[in-house]
Each structure stands twice: as structure tokens, then as C-alpha cells.
């Protein structure tokens, strides 16, 4: 037997458990917090577990997270720091993010929001089509989805200026990396998407400093996290033109609280954290995948690293 331990609030596991238990036969699945005996606990199947728990597994052997993000596991303070977390990779959620920076790029490209207003004043007026050639994309992130991203968005023609931490060579993508090559990167840059994880280093990434480096009127995409974003800092490039707007799917607090002055900012667009979405249809593969690679003694993929806390 191998022992599971699921610790995620969902209403709907049952989909889940059930193709895990046709895959790995001699699986026993444990829903936090109904754990009888923790020793017996293999691996963990989390998604915002509750702090400190972490420990009380003396036997654990691998911790998979169901979201891409880890900042809330690397959170609990006692993480033991042997365990290894692989984070779920999958494809399908891939493409669901980049079809979500696609239309916000085009709706910004297009100019959908200046149409949406002289609907609304019933105002016939063609407006030119900037060049697509012209518009240069920055992504701040060139890992799974970044790239994704940045590959689909230079086919439509845009050119892409990528930013990570190591340096990259990926073609027909303009690469740069590190802190001191972040001005250079925005410089041209009309639309930002966020697509860094939350760490230490790149939190409020996303402020005053950097929207100065970009052209007046340029975008923002932020859909990494919440706290990736100076929030006073936006309103205020908005009400500069520093910024011309924003598509956010990601909050310091979610939900968005009521009230909150994002809701009825005219420049910005919300949606509730759906820029892709993981659910059990495209964990169970990856899942399954970890535990047989955790008992068969292989290689793991997708390993988060402590230090990098990503
Ligand atoms: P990856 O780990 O594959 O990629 C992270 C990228 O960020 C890498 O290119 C890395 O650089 C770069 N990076 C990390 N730290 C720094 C830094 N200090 N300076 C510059 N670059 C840095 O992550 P994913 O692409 O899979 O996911 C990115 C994030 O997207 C997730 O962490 C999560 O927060 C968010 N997300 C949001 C979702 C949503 O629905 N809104 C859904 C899924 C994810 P290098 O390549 O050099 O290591
Ligand atoms: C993730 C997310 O990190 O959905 O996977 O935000």
C-alpha cells in the first residue's frame, strides 16, 4: 500500500480519487484532516495547506502541488527541506493561460475597450490599426508559461522581449536576465505580462519603478500573483497615462474584496484567478506520474528548488 494524504478544499474529489485508485491500485487516499496514522503518509496532494503541518509526516516522501505556484507550500516554517515538491505541468493548463494573454493582448492591441465605448455613445468612428510589428510584448517569466506564451504571441507577429533570472537563448524571442537588465527590457515595451512566481525577489516587481521604464500608455497583464503588484502604484500610472490599463486575474486578496477600487476602475479589467485553471481532469496523469517515479526510485520532473523558491 501507498499511502496519500489530499490536503485541498474542493467540493469534487471523488473524479480524482477515483482514476488515482484505478491507476495505482494498491493506493490508500487520506482527505486532511482525517489522518488515523500520519507515519503512514507517502506523499501529499496539496494546494494551500494550512501552516506547519508539514511536519507531522515522518515518513513523507515527496509533496505534489496542485498549482503551479508553490509560495504557499514553501511558506510553512516547518517544510522538512529533503522532501522534494514537483509542481503539476501539464500542457492543457499551459495553452488555457496563454489563450487568456492572447485576448488580453489583442483586446489592448485592437483597441476593444475604446470600441466598447462608442458602442456604449453609439459612435460610428474607425480608428487606424497601430502595426503589430510595432508593439513590443515584455514577459517577466521565461519558464513553462512564459515561453508558451511568448512563442504563440511572436507568431502572431508581435515582438517579444523576455525577462528570467539565467540568462536564455530562445529563437526569435529578444532574451534578457538578472535585475540590472530589467530597464532594457521594458524599454520598448507596450504590453507587461507578469508571469513570475512569487518569491522574495519579485515581490512588488510589478510598481512605480518599473512602469516608468515602459513607453507612456503601455499595459499591464498581471496574472502570476497578486503580490507581484504595487496596487498604489497602478492607480497612479493610470491616472498619469503612465499606463493606459490593466488586465489582472490576480489579487493580494482573494477574492477581490467588495469595494475594492479595482472593481469600478474604468482602465481595468478583473477576473476571479481563472487565467487557466488546474482541476482533476489534468492532475491525475502528473500525479500519477510523481508516485511511480517516487517509488520506482526515478528521477522526479518538474522539482521545485528550495533556494530559488521556485
Ligand atoms: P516557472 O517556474 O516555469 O518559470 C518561472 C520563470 O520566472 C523562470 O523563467 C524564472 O527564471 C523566472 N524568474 C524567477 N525568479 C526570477 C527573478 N528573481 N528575476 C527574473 N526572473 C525570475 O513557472 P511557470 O511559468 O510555471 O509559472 C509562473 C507563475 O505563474 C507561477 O509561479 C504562478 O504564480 C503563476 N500562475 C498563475 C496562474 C493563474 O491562473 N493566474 C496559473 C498558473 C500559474 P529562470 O528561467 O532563469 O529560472
Ligand atoms: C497556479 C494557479 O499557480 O492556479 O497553478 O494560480
Known sequence: MFSILIIYEA???????????TSIPDIDVHIWPEVENPEKIEAIITWKPPLGIMSKFPNLKVIISLGAGVEDILRDP???QDVPIVRI????????????ILLAVLRFHRQAFTYQRLQKAQH????PISKTSSCYIGILGLGVLGTDAAQKLKTLGFPIRGWS?????IDGIECFYGRDQLKLCLSKCRVLVCLLPLT?????ILNHETFSAMPCGSYLINVARG???VEKDL????????????????FSKEPLPENHPFWSHPQITITPHIATQTNSEYWTQPIVDAIHCIRAGQTLKNVVNYQQGY
Do not use: F
Not at 467540493?11 to 485508485?21: D, G, H
Not at 460610428?124 to 480608428?127: D, G, H, T
Not at 522574495?200 to 512588488?204: E, M, S, V, W, Y
Open 235 to 250: 492607480l497612479e500610472a493610470l491616472d498619469s497615462g503612465q499606463l493606459s490599463g490593466a488586465c489582472l486575474d490576480v
Open 227 to 229: 503580490e507581484h503588484l
Open 78 to 80: 516547518n517544510l522538512p
Open 11 to 21: 467540493e469534487n474529489l471523488e473524479l480524482l480519487i477515483t482514476e488515482l485508485k
Open 165 to 169: 533570472r539565467t540568462p536564455k537563448n
Open 124 to 127: 460610428w468612428k474607425p480608428l
Open 89 to 100: 505541468v501539464e500542457p492543457c493548463v499551459t495553452s488555457r493561460m496563454t489563450e487568456y
Open 200 to 204: 522574495l525577489q519579485t515581490k512588488g
